[in-house]
């Protein structure tokens, strides 16, 4: 059955919601306009303004993602390189005695080859322009009976070694497939600089080592913001967080 009105109490209770809801509205307008009035003061029809991602981690984590200016910023820088194959730019062979190109089952289709020796020969993945932090190095490789089962590779945090992993290559990787191929973690370590090398030396036993591809990965602490409170006539705030670290074990 269709009602044909309502209560006088229920219209009370409906302007009580109402008058609840205008009374929170109203705040949050009055921050919009002031903060609008803010930024048409600081612009000028006669100039150029620019938008510049901030830099600081924190600041674009709570929302300040950007600062006006009215100097041209250029080209974005381009972001750095987090997976190098062989014959990437960042691939590097040294050593007495060369490395030998295999068509296999490979990222790209393609890997290189060494006999174990004496660790006088290396194949080395470089990456640059990184930003300070932690990052899991993860490896590939073509498995073969014949290949190394403690292929030395070694992580460099600029000219400091971080680590060494033995893998053995005689057996799949094990770990997440990326791009086709599965990957093995060499852990994670801490970059100081912006820069870090994986070294691969032919020291090892059976017959050879194999170079493919490495990656790097971020290892990122989670932050969450709760809640912010800001008061109409002041310019301070007060921010509610939750982090969730990710510092390696």
């Not at 938008?51 to 009215?70: C, E, I, Q, Y």
């Not at 490979?106 to 080395?124: K, V």
């Amino acid at each position: 059955m269709r009602r044909a009105g309502y209560s006088f109490l229920e219209l009370q209770v409906s302007f009580v919601v109402f008058g609840i809801a205008l009374a929170g509205l109203g705040p949050l307008v009055i921050m919009h306009l002031k903060q609008l009035r803010k930024v048409e003061e600081r612009c000028s029809d006669q100039e150029t303004h620019y938008l510049v991602p901030s830099t600081d981690n924190w600041a674009r984590k709570l929302g300040a993602s950007a600062s006006l200016t009215t100097v041209d910023p250029g080209d974005p820088p381009a972001p750095p390189v987090t997976l190098i194959d062989d014959g990437d730019a960042g691939y590097y062979e040294s050593g007495p005695d060369a490395w030998h190109g295999h068509s296999e089952t490979a990222i790209n289709g393609y890997l290189r080859c060494h006999p174990t020796g004496a660790g006088s020969n290396t194949a080395s993945w470089d990456f640059t322009g990184l930003a300070p932090g932690w990052y899991e190095v993860l490896v590939t490789w073509h498995e073969q009976s014949n290949r190394a089962n403690n292929a030395p590779f070694t992580i460099y945090d600029g000219v400091d070694v971080e680590g060494s992993v033995a893998v053995n290559q005689q057996v799949a990787p094990s770990g997440s497939v990326f791009q086709g191929r599965p990957w093995d973690s060499l852990g994670v370590f801490a970059i100081h600089g912006t820069s870090t090398r994986v070294e691969l030396s032919d020291l090892a036993n059976n017959s050879r080592v194999v170079a493919d591809a490495v990656r790097i990965v971020p290892w990122r602490n989670e932050l969450q913001v709760l809640s912010v409170e800001k008061t109409q006539t002041s310019e301070d705030m007060t921010v509610h967080v939750s982090i969730t670290t990710g510092t390696p074990p």
